[in-house]
């Protein structure tokens, strides 16, 4: 598949009010909170994965690009979970590039360049999908560090929505600082306005292996400033349940 610069071919969709307001919630700056949609393809057994895989990186990321997305990256998961999934993840810099992704995907140059992928057949049972909103105390998604091989993905899930706001505060006012302090290294921070556990927060880390990641960890559970943080009553109740995913590059 070439790659091609893709002209915009529609009028802005009113899709985007299917997830938010972007009038309410874009801010028109440089520095304004980033969107992420998070994406999970369950692979279909035996099917043609290198169809899939083809399609992420020839035709969904350079078409993503050229709609304003800043990063797009591809992960599998590690080691050999049934069944297989395969994870993508794309920033854009406001509301606005994201609906004009979602609007465009109708024009003829779109469709022309996925004409391989969609003559593959089936690749995938189904994509999970989730979109996110940059936290303000980290704005902007970071490139990995060097030699990154192990990218961990970590949602807490709040037992409602104020809890997730408070636990947001305690990340925004404290804990993303600390975490330069120990060598955790974000990617990037969201809250999850549209998805399968709403309410929740998102987060990615990444290191060069695990022994790098399990130092981490352990530094941030022994340092004195978690110690003070962990017992303070606002940041109490915040969490019902985490979820984590170690992934890897593809």
């Given at each position: ?5 893709f ?16 009038q309410?919630l ?16 369950e ?15 020839d ?22 979970p ?16 994201y609906?004009?992704?979602?609007s ?17 057949g ?13 936290f ?52 990037f921070?969201?809250n ?59």
């Amino acid at each position: 598949m070439k790659r091609r610069k893709f002209v915009a071919a529609a009028a802005a969709s009113s899709l985007i009010g299917s997830y938010a307001s972007a009038q309410s919630l874009e801010i028109i700056s440089k520095d304004a909170p980033e969107i992420y949609e998070l994406r999970t393809y369950e692979l279909a057994w035996g099917k043609n994965k290198a169809a899939l895989m083809s399609y992420l990186k020839d035709v969904e990321e350079p078409y993503l690009k050229s709609m304003g997305a800043i990063h797009f990256m591809t992960f599998s998961e590690v080691g050999s979970p049934e069944p297989s999934k395969l994870w993508t993840l794309a920033s854009f810099p406001n509301f606005s590039s994201y609906e004009k992704a979602l609007s465009n995907r109708s024009g003829q140059g779109f469709i022309e360049q996925s004409a391989d992928y969609t003559k593959s057949g089936i690749t995938f049972t189904r994509i999970s999908s989730s979109l996110l909103y940059a936290f303000q105390g980290f704005k902007q998604m970071k490139t990995p560090i060097e030699d990154a091989s192990i990218f961990e993905l970590r949602i807490y899930e709040g037992v409602n929505e104020d809890a997730v706001r408070r636990k947001i505060k305690m990340f925004n006012d404290e804990e993303i600082e600390l975490f330069s302090k120990v060598d955790l290294n974000p990617i990037f921070f969201g809250n999850m306005i549209v998805g399968p556990y709403v309410p929740s927060l998102v987060y990615m880390l990444n290191y060069r292996d695990m022994a790098h990641r399990n130092q981490g960890w352990e530094n941030f559970l022994k340092h004195p400033d978690w110690e003070v943080m962990k017992v303070k009553e606002e940041y109490a109740n915040t969490v019902s349940n985490i979820r984590r995913v170690f992934l890897e590059q593809t």
